[in-house]
């Protein structure tokens, strides 16, 4: 069975920091893209940061870059997205999301994924 499940979310003040897991199964860990998301209420969901664990190539939407960085433990089929200097207008539920691996191309910040997490809630107060 197919099967993507986030943890680590909550509340934080602003300026600190998170970690989101997403754990994978049921899947060849090379052969996908794991994806973040987020959506806050009332707002299409957007795309955070992806990786390929086949080669640890990422990709990061321009309003994290410089504050959140994504790293996969092939081993443990987790996928982690490291949230640092939090705003407010991070709050959102977090969802990731899996799809094959896209090889030469980055993966993707689009919701195209194929497999997608019940989601974990972040809320940062200000």
């Known amino acids: 069975e197919v099967q993507l499940v986030e943890s680590g979310g909550g509340l934080v003040q602003a300026g600190g920091s998170l970690r989101l897991s997403c754990v994978a199964s049921?899947?060849?860990?090379?052969?996908?893209?794991i994806g973040w998301f987020r959506q806050a209420p009332g707002k299409e969901r957007e795309g955070v940061s992806c990786?390929?664990?086949?080669?640890?190539?990422?990709h990061f939407a321009d309003s994290v870059k410089g504050r959140f960085t994504i790293s996969s433990d092939n081993a443990k089929n987790t996928v982690y997205l490291q949230m640092s200097s939090l705003k407010p207008e991070d709050t959102a539920v977090y969802y990731c999301?899996?799809?094959?691996?896209?090889?030469?191309?980055?993966?993707?910040?689009?919701?195209?994924?194929?497999?997608w997490g019940q989601g974990t809630q972040v809320t940062v107060s200000s």
């Open positions: 999301a899996a799809e094959p691996d896209p090889g030469l191309m980055l993966c993707a910040l689009t919701p195209q994924y194929d497999y």
């Open positions: 049921g899947f060849t860990f090379d052969d996908i893209a």
């Open positions: 990786i390929s664990p086949s080669d640890g190539s990422t």
